[in-house]
């Protein structure tokens, strides 16, 4: 029995495309392909490979009579001795140390308030959602007038609410607060949309899970603690990993508001590669810059999928 | 335990407490949210920059005395300096080319991945898959090699051609019509439908959703592109609003009152489209997160 059901598998693989479909439709479905495979290979993967290429060489960003040099790993090792570098690296993890519980937090506990029934529940969520479509620069501009030192609003509330004990602050020349000032406008910017995505994660927990808990005798801190935060272990895990990848990649607010200062307290890395390659017109240092960034999100993104793995099946 | 008898009595004492706290957090979220925003348009209204400064620190930020459209006459130029009315039509345009052409593309590979017959199909959709991971960024700088030395530095192409093709969204398209029934596929080629036929007039008219949410994950992401323009554009002739919006800052002293009217002229197309579409827009941000 098996043996007659298996024969004509093998042969009817052999048979190509263009005997089983015929020339028209092969040649259509290459057409419709096409276009999205080559550019796709001209402007992704073409860039890709040649960052690793280019990062090993001193290709500089305008061509020079002289040919171009292979250096092996030199620019590699230039970056790891640059404390710059270094410094860049230590100010996107300071970042991302503050937005993870800053806009996370926020987003999870408006996201936990708009999952109740109060009144004008989706006007409220389509209000807080609002600066998720803002541009950066047009946020940049809201907050640059904020942030006006000494007598902008954030120093006004700061000066009232303190009742005149905290003196106004330099937000965005004071080394010890612009990473923190960039954390509040990143925060306000982008909180919506980590908003909605617990949101969704809340509304996929099934009402049944909530009955059985209230059956139980489960309060509401109970049914917090046993039923919403363990339905949404996938939703935390992808809504940390996306904010880590955002974060490590922290450059508009950067280079707009504080050129990566004062003192190099607000220098990211993508900001150094773009000093490097754009200004400095060093584009094979840069390239090494960015395959290093790279690396980063790539093990960002592979933790996530161990993690993903383990809640969800 | 017997929280069903008491559940009369109990849980409407502690709802109020509880009630208040969650109408105090909603109202001062809204207002922390809002009142930026607000106020950005209410000094786009005041001709003054140094009054705009001034007023931020009281009540009088949100209100404007004389509303004038001053900031905009002067900011909304075709040609010259502080040409925002070209800058604008300058991102309109990359945006619309963009788009449409995105939709167009992503969907026809996506519906090849999910109902054609090229062998290779599941390998192109894993490395597409795989693709996703790289972020912009970190291929920005030999992309910048590629689209100068192919002659297409400061053009309007060198900022929709490399962005048209995008592994998420040709994903999106790949889910979408992958799911829809084996019939209707059927269906078309017993009529005799060829599959650009298929693709175009039956599974594409059912698509609206995700049509609209890739137009609007495609939108917001090409309006708000900020680090490729200022690498590739050099003059007025295609620089987007955003890179010139951010040329305020450069200045020694701000000119608040025309930054504010350029960043409102920013805002307007995207807000208009929001407010329009708004559950649009919420859900596709959800569904371009569920990948996973």
Redesign the interface.
């Known amino acids: 029995m098996s043996a007659l059901t298996t024969v004509p598998k093998p042969k009817r693989r052999r048979r190509s495309i263009i005997a089983r479909v015929g020339w028209p439709r092969f040649l259509q479905e290459i057409g419709m392909l096409a276009p999205a495979v080559l550019l796709m290979t001209a402007f992704l993967i073409t860039p890709f490979l040649l960052s690793f290429w280019t990062a090993m060489t001193n290709q500089p960003l305008v061509p020079r009579p002289t040919p171009v040099r292979f250096v092996g790993l030199n620019n590699f090792l230039r970056i790891l001795n640059d404390d710059l570098f270094w410094t860049s690296l230590w100010n996107v993890t300071r970042f991302t140390l503050w937005i993870l519980p800053v806009q996370c937090g926020l987003a999870f506990l408006t996201a936990l308030i708009l999952n109740q029934k109060i009144p004008f529940r989706n006007v409220f969520r389509g209000m807080f959602f609002l600066p998720a479509i803002t541009s950066m620069v047009v946020v940049c501009v809201i907050w640059g007038t904020l942030f006006q030192y000494p007598t902008g609003p954030l120093n006004h509330i700061v000066v009232a609410l303190s009742g005149g004990t905290i003196q106004p602050i330099d937000w965005l020349g004071d080394p010890n607060w612009a990473m923190f000032s960039l954390v509040l406008l990143s925060a306000w910017q982008a909180y919506g949309f980590q908003m909605i995505i617990y949101l969704a994660g809340m509304q996929g927990i099934p009402d049944e899970l909530y009955d059985a808990a209230r059956i139980d005798g489960a309060g509401r801190w109970g049914r917090f603690w046993h039923v919403t935060m363990p339905g949404l272990r996938p939703t935390h895990v992808f809504v940390l990993v996306i904010t880590t990848i955002q974060a490590f990649k922290l450059y508009t607010q950067v280079a707009i508001l504080t050129q990566g200062g004062p003192k190099s307290s607000t220098e990211t890395v993508v900001h150094y590669m773009v000093r490097a390659g754009f200004e400095e017109q060093k584009l094979g240092y840069a390239s090494a810059v960015s395959v290093i960034l790279f690396l980063i999100v790539l093990v960002i993104a592979l933790v996530q999928r161990r993690l993903m793995r383990r809640f969800d099946v | 335990?017997s929280?069903?008898a008491l559940s009369s009595r109990k849980p409407a004492a502690?709802l109020n407490g509880?009630r208040i706290v969650?109408?105090i957090?909603?109202f001062v979220?809204?207002l922390?949210?809002?009142s930026?925003?607000f106020?950005?348009f209410i000094?786009s209204l005041k001709d003054d920059r140094f009054q705009?400064?001034?007023d931020?620190?009281?009540f009088r930020?949100f209100w404007v005395d004389n509303p004038t459209f001053n900031n905009f006459r002067e900011v909304g130029n075709f040609a010259g300096e502080l040409a925002f009315g070209r800058y604008l039509g300058n991102s309109l345009l990359i945006l619309g080319s963009t788009v449409s052409l995105g939709l167009v593309?992503?969907s026809?590979?996506g519906?090849?991945?999910a109902w054609?017959?090229?062998?290779g199909r599941a390998l192109?959709l894993s490395v597409?898959i795989a693709?996703y991971?790289?972020?912009q960024?970190?291929?920005?700088?030999?992309?910048?090699?590629?689209v100068s030395r192919a002659g297409l530095s400061d053009t309007f192409t060198a900022q929709i051609?490399?962005?048209?093709?995008?592994?998420l969204y040709?994903f999106l398209f790949y889910q979408f019509f992958a799911q829809l029934p084996k019939e209707l596929y059927e269906a078309a080629s017993i009529d005799g439908a060829?599959?650009?036929r298929t693709?175009w007039s039956i599974f594409m008219p059912l698509s609206l959703p995700a049509l609209a949410t890739v137009s609007i994950l495609m939108g917001?992401e090409t309006?708000?592109q900020?680090?490729w323009p200022?690498?590739i554009t050099q003059t007025d002739y295609a620089r987007p609003i955003?890179v010139a919006?951010?040329t305020?800052?450069g200045q020694d002293s701000?000119f608040?009152d025309r930054?504010?009217a350029?960043?409102v002229l920013?805002?307007i197309p995207?807000l208009v489209f929001?407010l329009a579409f708004?559950r649009w827009?919420?859900s596709s941000?959800?569904g371009s997160?569920?990948k996973?």
């Open positions: 335990m929280d069903l502690t509880y969650q109408s957090s909603v979220i809204a922390v949210v809002i930026p925003l106020m950005l000094a705009i400064l001034a931020m620190g009281s930020a593309i992503n026809m590979a519906f090849i991945l054609g017959s090229l062998p192109i597409i693709l991971v790289i972020p960024e970190s291929i920005i700088m030999p992309l910048l090699i590629i051609l490399p962005f048209v093709a995008s592994p040709t060829s599959i650009f693709w917001i309006w708000n900020y680090l200022i690498l955003s919006i951010a305020f800052f701000i608040w930054a504010m350029a960043s920013m805002m995207i929001y708004q827009f919420i941000f959800v997160a569920v996973g």
